[in-house]
């Protein structure tokens, strides 16, 4: 087991290394660059600001000077728009905000995802079963782009209940919104993963013969098929645990929660190079790390898999 | 008095500040209106993105401007109306060469950690400002002053210390340009030229614009900053003219979604934010007291790439210029009181008097008429239909525009158009390397004056996309700078744009908004938008 993490640790880091290559490139090759705008700088001082942030260098020399500033000093650089942030300044200040609401929507979406996907199940092609997949659904075909303006619209301009954006240090009234927009865009496929997952268990020979030994059915449900149905639920929540905790664009602008989901789309328009490939690492390590757990976490539920 | 003990200071502070809540207790009506004040002082509104910067010599954008002219004060500022009042500089005087500006600085200016507020701050931020070494995206705009050396210390051909810029003492600062310069006061309102302490930011280096660091002259003081969220400002007691103040508070919201704004205005989390797009007929109907729309000086245009045939015949440009209706354009599409442009510079620029453009007065059918016969004059017809392409960035507005001017030449002239939209900074580039025929352009004044616009036309602007040469206009540039009064060849230069058309002017923009009734003191006739915290106040409701 042990050699098998420090095996997958040690491929992580020439993947990371080929993601800050090929993301270096990508963005590079795209027109435009991060201080063009409608007022065009004049060529002196477009020079000048060139030379600041080392722009006027080869990109190859651009590429080693940025790698060796994150390996010696873990500094991934100033941001080219915000003047006076670095990007680890940038991701200081916003990382801690959708991690928690990142988290308390991870926590939403996979408790309300599983345990409707297991009613869907249990009670298979009736009433319950319907209701579950039609909740679950409806939350999908209602992306958050739509869902936070509704509920604002309903928590903040009608009812009053809830202050229509801010973060104010994380207060738990401003934390309610972005976590429902956010949990209900994930819930449909927590739930049908599991549905379908659930049944194929509940067909299977163990838990035939578990009926036939006299179980109570809780006892079957919740100590012999729980465990395996939840292996390919596991899956899809170490990715989208990643997603959630990376937080949204879409809650980021609509919500003034100042996380840094915005950063994936506004660093990419503004070509704030340092910016996207701060993120680009930041979503790419998280990604190679819970991968990591989800395989882990495998072995611990199904005793079959060794590594 | 160069610097005050800790200790000494911050009973300055306490004192100073526990006067003003006293004074502004106590002080129920506004001193001149007689208006009852709210007990609360606190204006909120919208910032619609996070400044790039709030360093007066790096900021660029007019959010980052907003906070920099409460947290500053440059030599010069403005009352309501746009017109100049003295800052720190009480009064100033030209030699008579028109070349040399000596200001005196009022003896009572204090930085907010109790320093003075000298000459010797200026010298240091108009040199900051033109340093390499910061590389402000803003160091142009003190070439546009032709401030003496500045271009060679831009370049770094010549040490900061060359500009011309010297403290004669501590209260006189002088300043040296080039040539003339009729409206150089004008453009010291700008954040570029306001002082920055040096002391501080070398002491913090870039985080010295963070809450807690950042040490200003202005009428108020950073308190709280958090990153794309919101930015505070509370009033600062060692401000000179802290007594007239009345506000106590300011709180920027960063909201990024105009529609979101509009909702939490409504919920009464905002005192200000901008008029949704396409929504301001019906917030006005609705809310006519809160919703205002006032000219900006900004205008929108096409410019044509005149190094493409055919749009290096001036008959082509002509005839498009003259088949677009701009009324349909700024009624139907806009709808917020936005101006039909003829021109290039906007009707609401200072001392700026719109020229008789032929245009202008033309009746419809007459444009269209005359249109048809230039088009068919440079060969094109039915039996052989201009074909052309409209670039602009990706935006329903723009996109709306373009589609009825695109209807306007098909349906009048028969022009064949495509439309290509592109993301912003793609479109930017595509339109500096000149491969385009058509694109969108807009543009804003820096500062108060017609030449911020007229500029562009010059041949060798940074601007000029249109790879627009004509040396007339090159001349009545230079020199209009000298003289007292320029108009003359700024008509000039509006007609020769009229009749060459290397540009379309479309319409002049306006500055939409919602403002709760009981905000007062915002300067609705400042073209270039700019307020201060410092003469507004909020009235009982």
Known sequence: MLSFILRRLAIAIPTILLIIILSFVLMHSAPGGPFSGERSLPPEVLANIEQKYGLDKPLYQQIFVYVSGIVTEFDFGPSFKYKNQSVNDLIASGFPV???????????????????????????????????????????????????????????????????????????????????????SYLAGITRITRSSMLEVLGSNFIRTARAKGLPPHHIILRHALKPALLPVLTSLGLSFVGMITGSVVIDQYFSTGGIGQHFVNAALNRDYSVIMGVTILVGSLTILFNLLVEILYAWIDPRIRY | MKSLSSLKLHFLVCLMGAIACLSSASAATHPVSGEKLAAEQVFTYRMA????????????????????????????????????????????????????????????????????????????????AVDPKLASPYAGYLELTTLKNVGAVIRGERPTSALGVTAIDDYTLQAELDAPLAYFPTMLV??????????????????????????????????????????????????????????????????????????????????????????????????????????????????????????????????LSYAIDRDIITNNILGAGQI?????????????????????????????????????EAGYGPSRPLKTTIFYNTSEGHKKIAIAISQMWKQRLGVQVTLQNQEWKTFLSTRGSGDFEIARGAWCGDYNEASTFLDLMRSGSDQNDMRYKNERIDQLLAEARTLADPNPNYTEIENIIAAEAPIIPIYHYTGVMLLKPYVKGWPHQNVEANWYAREMYITEH
């Open chain 2, 49 to 128: 993105a996070e400044p790039p910067s709030i360093d007066p010599q790096l900021v660029e954008d007019v959010e980052g401007s907003a906070v920099a002219r409460d947290l500053f004060e440059g030599l010069l500022t403005q009352k309501a109306d746009g017109s100049l009042a003295p800052g720190v500089a009480e009064r100033w005087e030209l030699n008579p060469a028109k070349t040399i500006y000596t200001f005196h600085l009022r003896k009572n200016a204090r930085w907010s950690n109790g320093d003075a507020v000298t000459a010797h701050d200026f010298v240091y931020a108009w040199r900051r």
């Open chain 2, 340 to 376: 039909p442009a003829y021109t290039f510079t906007p009707g609401s620029t200072a001392n700026f008097s719109v020229p008789d453009v032929a245009l202008a007065s033309m009746s419809r059918n007459d444009r269209i008429k005359t249109a048809s016969a230039l088009l068919a």
């Open chain 2, 190 to 319: 700008h954040a570029t030229t306001m002082p920055t302490p040096r002391r501080v930011i070398e002491q913090h280096g870039d985080n010295w614009t963070r809450a807690g660091n950042l040490v200003g002259n202005g009428a108020y003081l950073l308190t709280e900053h958090v990153l794309n969220e919101r930015m505070v400002r509370v009033r600062n007691p060692l401000y000179w003219n802290n007594q007239q103040t009345i506000l106590d508070k300011v709180i920027g919201l960063i909201i990024n979604d105009e529609s979101q704004a509009y909702n939490r205005y409504q919920a009464n989390e905002l005192d200000k934010t901008e008029v949704p797009t396409g929504q301001f007929r019906r917030l006005q109907k609705e809310r006519p007291l809160e919703t205002f729309s006032s000219p900006r000086l900004c205008s929108y245009y096409y410019m044509f790439n005149l190094n493409k045939a055919p749009f290096d015949d001036q008959r082509v440009r002509q005839a």
């Open chain 1, 98 to 184: 959708t991690l928690v609401y990142g988290f308390w929507s991870f926590v939403c979406a996979s408790l309300i995802g599983i345990s409707l996907g297991v009613i869907a199940a249990l009670k298979h092609n009736s009433w319950p079963d319907y209701a579950a997949t039609g909740t679950a659904i409806l939350g999908s075909v209602l992306p958050n782009f739509v869902m936070a303006p509704l509920l604002v619209l309903l928590f903040t301009v009608y009812l009053n209940w809830l202050p229509g954006g801010g973060w104010e240090g994380g207060q738990i009234q401003f934390i309610i919104m972005p976590v429902i927009a956010l949990a209900t």
